[in-house]
């Protein structure tokens, strides 16, 4: 939601209640919500802070609870969207996921 946001010049932070009906499913991931444009190889993007890296939740700028407390009602899946080069930290990223939705709920 936030960097769709962001792509659209809407408030990222504030799509969620407009799009709690459709959603499904939500595919978690963090990055800096800033789009991409200067470079065009991944490698080079996430030191620079671009695009939709897929960094592990809490690593980037993403407002993860206060965007899933626009879903309050939601009973979908939370699916850890990673890339590769991260799944050393899965782990971590799972227990974090569980302290977003945790604090989201509380």
Not at 22 to 34: A, I, M, Y
Not at 80 to 86: A, G, H, I, T, V
């Amino acid at each position: 939601m936030h960097i769709t946001g962001i792509s659209i010049n809407a408030d990222g932070d504030h799509l969620g209640g407009s799009l709690a009906q459709l959603e499904s499913d939500l595919h978690v991931s963090d990055n800096w919500g800033r789009l991409g444009g200067l470079f065009d190889n991944l490698n080079h993007r996430i030191p620079h802070g671009e695009g939709d890296v897929h960094l592990p939740p809490g690593w980037g700028a993403i407002p993860h609870v206060q965007a899933l407390k626009q879903l309050p009602d939601y009973e979908g899946y939370y699916v850890l969207e990673l890339r590769p080069r991260f799944h050393e930290h899965l782990a971590s990223a799972a227990e974090t996921a569980r302290q977003i939705i945790d604090r989201a709920a509380g």
